[in-house]
């Protein structure tokens, strides 16, 4: 029956997608415990606005997460953000380019099975020609299927959205919404994917609006943990 469930999602949708001009969004993103409070992350993300041609969009970003408790994270980041022209593949010159920093505080709450997270990020953009501050807040529930929490062979649902702002008119920037399914394989590897939307008041760091995505998060652990984590990349 799990196997069939996984085929259905992770397969299916592939092939619909394809179809229907929609670009994907792949994301890679390992984390290593150092210890049961601190872990740092690298995540490269590959975009194209259509799908896996024309690709548009590459970034590259690393950081470090203290996780307090299970109900409180603080994470420090930066990375390179390349928007290429739509039209091909890499297509010059560049749309935009940026040099980013945030700081980014995490709030869990537990109601039985159903997992939520509120993410809060103040970003520091650095453009070759500008210097632009955003703040961006993200509200995501996780529901284990079959299982009370995620853990090894479980299948999940997850459903977020997140509002991105920014400290001058217009101040609504983006508004991003993702559902899909992940499956723990191990708690080394998880496989999440799913249909994102995207729309932007003004488009000026990327262009596209609907994405297949597909994540492959990687947990690498020293030791044993006891705090509850939930699969999640950064995006």
């Known amino acids: 029956m799990m196997r069939k469930l996984c085929f259905l999602f992770f397969c299916l949708p592939t092939w619909a997608f394809a179809q229907s001009g929609v670009g994907s969004w792949n994301i890679y993103h390992a984390k290593i415990e150092l ?32 996780r307090l408790n299970n109900t409180f994270g603080f994470s420090l980041g930066m990375g390179d953000y390349n928007t290429y022209q739509a039209g091909g593949n ?10 980013r920093t945030w700081a980014q505080m995490n709030l869990y709450n537990y109601l039985q099975k159903l997992k939520i997270e509120h993410r809060y990020r103040v970003e520091q953009r650095f453009g070759v020609h500008n210097y632009q501050n955003r703040f961006r807040y993200r509200f995501s529930m996780t529901l284990p299927i079959f299982k009370h929490k995620v853990e090894k062979k479980t299948l999940y649902i997850n459903v ?18 993702f559902v899909g399914l992940g499956y723990e394989f191990t708690p080394l590897v998880t496989l ?9 008041y003004k488009i000026n760091d990327e262009t596209g609006k609907n994405f297949f995505q597909i994540a492959l998060l990687m947990n690498f652990r020293w030791q044993k943990k006891n705090l509850e984590t939930v699969p ?4």
Not at 167 to 172: K, S
């Open 192 to 200: 999440q994917t799913g249909w994102l939307n995207q729309f932007d």
């Open 90 to 99: 890499f297509v010059e010159p560049k749309q935009n380019k940026e040099l």
């Open 160 to 177: 977020s959205d997140e509002l991105f702002l920014g400290d001058d008119a217009p101040f609504f920037q983006r508004n991003r919404f």
């Open 35 to 66: 210890n049961s409070r601190f872990s740092v992350f690298l995540e490269p993300q590959l975009r194209s606005l259509s799908f896996y041609q024309q690709y548009h969009y590459y970034e590259l970003k690393c950081g470090v997460n203290y």
């Open 232 to 235: 999640s990349g950064e995006n």
